[in-house]
């Protein structure tokens, strides 16, 4: 078999901060401005016009046109070196202004230009909310963290070793489903074909466990898939209506959903892989996430995720006990990076990445500065061992924080064979 990428394998900040998504003029503002800001596709500033860096603590520079500039020659230059048919940057930090604009083309066959409503597929930022459904129902005291996995699923290997925040902190030693080649097989032979859960585990669970519980950290996606049927055992619920109805609603997101098959609400980009048979570019709009489920089905859009970062982060929903736990981090591979429960660290941004088929997108949040920052691409092709989102996401750290900028300095895990 062909080597395969399947990245919401690897849809984490420790394997390449992965997760974003581009377009040509300019659909946004750089609010705090006093003149239009330039048009994306207008030449950079001159040396003399850029303002001087902000300091080494990491503040936000004032979003002014010159600022503005800068970001635009940044992400043009990103895009030129990648291929991104398409992006979208947001930035917005209170006092300093903010910071909107497409880039590039959201459908590759008409010329449609990226705009900044258009609806994506998050990958691995679904965990985020599947989580989160978790934590509430540790604050409803329905179920513990250190609940053993084996009291709500049955044929776990492990299962009376293993914890529910074992499970979310990434620290389980299963093996990950999205690994098995006959998983890779069957999914690359008919990416519209829909999964269940129960299919997911049995890829999983013919394999014998990596390590002890919690003995390091390991991004997998098997994890995910077992806390989705916690919460749909403890409420008597699907997880979509729960995370619909609990998470979704009293967070005030309107653009965001769980489908329950390939659905992906208008309007929206197209997104284009190579993960395929031939080995080709292709169109992955319709192909169906439900192999993701739990771990990566969910589609946003711009707005949503501008909302739920600092949601997200600092635990809007759930009490500041439980927010204090869920941001205990395990340290990465890379320096200043950690992971918590469904949410990375990384030089003090806090939040999650995603990557499938057709698409990546990137949502954090600056404590420090109530900054967020939201990347969304259409697609997924890494370029040079790197995935594209992180590349924006550290041209776009460089010039706003410096003192917090993405990491990359390490190349993705090699893809199955």
């Given at each position: 078999m062909k080597p395969t990428h399947l990245r919401l394998r690897r849809a984490c900040t420790a394997a390449a901060v992965t997760g974003a998504l581009v377009l040509p003029a300019a659909a946004g503002t750089a609010y705090g401005a006093t003149a239009p800001p330039p048009s994306p596709s207008a030449t950079a500033p001159s040396d003399s016009t850029a303002p001087p860096s902000p300091d080494a603590g990491g503040h936000f520079p004032q979003l002014t046109p010159a600022v503005a500039?800068?970001?635009?020659?940044?992400?043009?230059?990103?895009?030129?070196?990648?291929?991104?048919?398409?992006?979208?940057?947001?930035?917005?930090?209170?006092?300093?202004?903010?910071?909107?604009?497409?880039?590039?083309?959201?459908?590759?066959?008409?010329?449609?230009p990226m705009k900044s409503d258009l609806h994506v597929r998050l990958g691995s930022e679904t965990k985020t909310f599947t989580v989160t459904a978790l934590l509430q129902l540790v604050d409803q005291k329905k179920i513990g963290l250190d609940d053993p996995i084996g009291d709500y699923v049955?044929?776990?290997?492990?299962?009376?070793?293993?914890?529910?925040?074992?499970?979310?902190?990434?620290?389980?030693?299963?093996?990950?489903?999205?690994?098995?080649?006959?998983?890779?097989?069957?999914?690359?032979?008919?990416?519209?074909?829909s999964f269940v859960p129960q299919q997911l585990l049995d890829y999983s669970f013919r394999h014998p466990v990596q390590f002890a519980p919690d003995q390091k950290f390991d991004y997998c996606n098997t994890n995910l898939i077992l806390l989705g049927l916690v919460v749909e055992k403890v409420t008597g619920r699907p997880l979509h209506d729960v995370i619909a109805r609990d998470v979704i609603a009293p967070a005030g997101l309107r653009g965001t959903f769980f489908p329950t098959g390939a659905q992906l609400p208008d309007p929206h980009a197209h997104g284009y892989t190579d993960q395929t048979a031939s080995g080709r570019l292709e169109d992955a709009t319709d192909w169906n996430p439900s192999w993701g489920w739990a771990a990566g089905a969910m589609t946003s859009?711009?707005?949503?995720?501008?909302?739920?970062?600092?949601?997200?982060?600092?635990?809007?929903?759930?009490?500041?006990?439980?927010?204090?736990?869920?941001?205990?981090?395990?340290?990465?591979?890379?320096?200043?990076?950690?992971?918590?429960?469904?949410?990375?660290?990384?030089?003090?941004?806090?939040?999650?990445?995603?990557?499938?088929?057709?698409?990546?997108?990137?949502?954090?949040?600056?404590?420090?500065?109530?900054?967020?920052?939201?990347?969304?691409?259409?697609?997924?092709?890494?370029?040079?061992?790197?995935?594209?989102?992180?590349?924006?996401?550290?041209?776009?750290?460089?010039?706003?924080?410096?003192?917090?900028?993405?990491?990359?300095?390490?190349?993705?895990?090699?893809?199955?064979?």
């Open positions: 500039a800068r970001l635009d020659a940044a992400v043009r230059e990103v895009m030129r070196e990648t291929g991104v048919p398409g992006a979208t940057v947001g930035l917005w930090a209170p006092g300093k202004g903010a910071y909107v604009r497409t880039f590039g083309v959201a459908d590759k066959a008409t010329g449609a049955t044929g776990v290997p492990n299962g009376d070793r293993i914890t529910l925040r074992e499970l979310a902190g990434m620290r389980s030693g299963l093996f990950n489903y999205t690994l098995d080649p006959d998983f890779l097989k069957k999914l690359e032979g008919d990416p519209g074909q859009d711009l707005q949503d995720l501008r909302s739920w970062a600092p949601i997200l982060a600092t635990g809007t929903l759930l009490t500041p006990a439980t927010q204090a736990e869920r941001l205990k981090t395990t340290p990465m591979d890379l320096p200043g990076t950690g992971y918590g429960l469904g949410i990375f660290n990384v030089q003090g941004w806090l939040g999650h990445n995603g990557s499938l088929p057709g698409y990546e997108s990137l949502t954090v949040y600056l404590p420090q500065e109530r900054a967020t920052m939201v990347i969304l691409l259409n697609t997924d092709v890494v370029h040079d061992g790197q995935e594209p989102s992180t590349l924006f996401g550290q041209a776009v750290t460089e010039i706003v924080t410096p003192g917090h900028v993405y990491p990359i300095h390490r190349p993705l895990v090699p893809r199955p064979g």
